[in-house]
C-alpha cells in the first residue's frame, strides 16, 4: 500500500536594503520563529547562503581539508559560484534539514546556472520546506506560493506586485541636473582606452582565457557576459593591471604596452571601479560626504583634509542622488543601495577614462537596483568615460552600446562581440 506524502509548505520573503535580515534568519535558524511560519516550530533548519559558504571556504583553507568537496578534485575556493551552490546543497541536504532557507540563491549565478539550480530546489521542495528570501522578484521560485515581506524586522502579509516592464524602466528618470564635472580634466586623450590582441591566459593545469581581442575606446558603454567560471574576473584583473599574466602579451593599457615601464598607479588613475567586495567588510568611521570626496585621492574613506573645491565637487554629486541629507551619515549606516550610489560617486568624482562597475546590483532589491540601472546609463550618456558593466543577471533598463562574451572552450574561454 502506498502512502500519499504530505505537500510542504514553501515561504517567499521579499527583502529590500531596509529589511533587518541577518537578524531575521538568526533567530530562524535558533528556532525563533514569528507567528507566520510557527508551523516549522521545533524543527531544525539549514541556511542556503554566502554566509555558509564564506564560513566554509575560511574553515577548509585555515585546516588545509575539504569539508563539502570530499568527492571533488577541487578545493571550494577555486570553484565558479555555480559550482559552490551545487556543491553546497548537496552537503545541506545531507543533512537532512526539515526546513531550508534561500538567501538570495541566484545571486552571482549565469542564466544557465540559475535554471539548473531552480530545477533541483523544486526537486528538493517535494520533501522539504523551502523559506526563499530574495531582493529582486524575478527570482521567485513558482512553488513558494506564500508571499511575506520583512518590512524591516517585521514580517508581513503582501500581494505580489508585478515586475516593472521595460517601457516603464525606460521611462524611469529619478535625477535632477547633469553629471558633474571634474574640476581637474583627465590626462589622457587618446581614443583607445584598452586593447586585447591575442590574449591568453593559463595557470598549471587549466586553460582560463584564448585569444582574446577587444578594443575599449573613449565613451563606448560595455557590458561584460558570461558563464560562471568563464574568466570573467581574470579579463578584468588585466585591463586594471593586476595580473602578471599581461607581461609578454600585445596588451595595451592606456596607450602603453603591459610591462614597458608603466606603473600600477599609470594605469590605475585611469580607471574609476566598484565591487560589492570593496565594502563588504568596511569598518572605517567615514560619512557618506567623505566616502565620495575619497575618490578624489584614491582611498576608500577621507584621510586627508579636503580643500573648498573638493568639498563642493562632492555636494553637487550627492544633490544630484538626492542623498544630500545623509552628507553627515556613517557609510556602514547606510543602506546597502544608498552604499552602492555612493561608491560609484566615489568612482566617477574625476571621471576617469574608464569605469568599471563588476557585479554592482548583487544584492540589491528591485528598488535600488532599478535606481542604480538609471545613474549608470545617466554616465554613460552624458560623459565621455567608456563603463564596463559586469554582471549575470539580465538588468532590466540597462542600455550598453555593446556586449562582449567569454564562452568556455577546451583551450580557454573566447571572446565575442554581440
Avoid at 520583512?150 to 525606460?170: A, I, M, P
Wanted: glycine share 6%; hydrophobic share 35%; proline share 5%.
Amino acid at each position: 500500500m502506498k502512502f500519499a506524502m504530505t505537500p510542504k509548505t514553501h515561504w517567499a520573503i521579499f527583502t529590500d536594503n531596509n529589511s533587518k535580515k541577518e537578524q531575521f534568519i538568526k533567530n530562524l535558524m535558533k528556532g525563533k520563529f514569528p507567528d507566520a511560519l510557527s508551523s516549522l516550530s521545533n524543527k531544525e533548519g539549514a541556511l542556503f547562503s554566502k554566509i555558509t559558504l564564506e564560513a566554509l571556504v575560511n574553515e577548509e583553507e585555515r585546516h588545509d581539508i575539504k569539508i563539502i568537496t570530499k568527492n571533488t578534485s577541487q578545493r571550494l575556493s577555486t570553484m565558479s559560484s555555480g559550482e559552490q551552490k551545487k556543491v553546497l546543497l548537496r552537503y545541506l541536504l545531507q543533512l537532512q534539514p526539515d526546513f531550508l532557507i534561500l538567501d538570495n540563491p541566484f545571486d552571482n549565478l549565469d542564466v544557465e546556472s540559475q535554471q539548473d539550480l531552480k530545477k533541483s530546489l523544486q526537486k528538493v521542495g517535494n520533501s522539504t520546506s523551502i523559506i526563499q528570501l530574495l531582493s529582486r522578484k524575478s527570482d521567485l521560485l513558482p512553488f513558494c506560493t506564500n508571499h511575506l515581506i520583512l518590512e524591516k524586522s517585521e514580517l508581513k502579509e503582501v500581494e505580489l506586485v508585478k515586475e516593472n516592464s521595460e517601457e516603464e524602466y525606460n521611462h524611469f528618470t529619478p535625477f535632477n541636473g547633469q553629471i558633474p564635472l571634474p574640476y581637474t580634466p583627465t590626462d589622457f586623450h587618446d581614443p583607445i582606452l584598452i586593447q586585447c590582441k591575442g590574449v591568453s591566459v593559463e595557470y598549471p593545469g587549466k586553460k582560463v582565457l584564448h585569444n582574446i581581442n577587444w578594443t575599449i575606446k573613449a565613451g563606448e558603454f560595455w557590458q561584460l557576459k558570461g558563464r560562471n567560471g568563464s574568466g570573467k574576473s581574470t579579463l578584468l584583473s588585466m585591463i586594471t593591471g593586476d595580473n602578471h599574466k599581461g607581461y609578454n602579451q600585445e596588451l595595451y593599457l592606456f596607450g602603453k604596452r603591459k610591462g614597458s615601464g608603466e606603473s600600477v598607479w599609470d594605469i590605475k588613475k585611469n580607471i574609476g571601479y566598484y565591487s560589492p567586495t570593496m565594502t563588504e567588510n568596511f569598518s572605517g568611521l567615514h560619512t557618506a560626504f567623505n566616502m565620495v570626496i575619497s575618490g578624489l585621492n584614491d582611498s576608500i574613506g577621507l584621510y586627508l583634509r579636503a580643500t573648498e573645491n573638493q568639498k563642493a565637487l562632492a555636494k553637487k554629486w550627492l544633490l544630484l542622488l538626492a542623498m544630500w541629507h545623509l552628507r553627515d551619515i556613517n557609510f556602514a549606516e547606510l543602506t546597502t543601495g544608498q552604499q552602492r550610489m555612493i561608491m560609484t560617486a566615489r568612482a566617477m568624482i574625476k571621471h576617469p577614462p574608464l569605469l568599471i562597475l563588476d557585479e554592482p546590483t548583487a544584492g540589491l532589491d528591485d528598488e535600488s537596483a532599478t535606481l542604480f540601472i538609471s545613474l549608470v546609463n545617466k554616465i554613460a550618456n552624458e560623459t565621455s568615460t567608456a563603463v564596463v558593466f559586469v554582471s549575470h543577471r539580465i538588468e532590466p533598463g540597462l542600455q550598453p552600446q555593446y556586449s562582449y562574451e567569454l564562452s568556455p572552450g577546451p583551450n580557454g574561454s573566447v571572446g565575442k562581440i554581440l
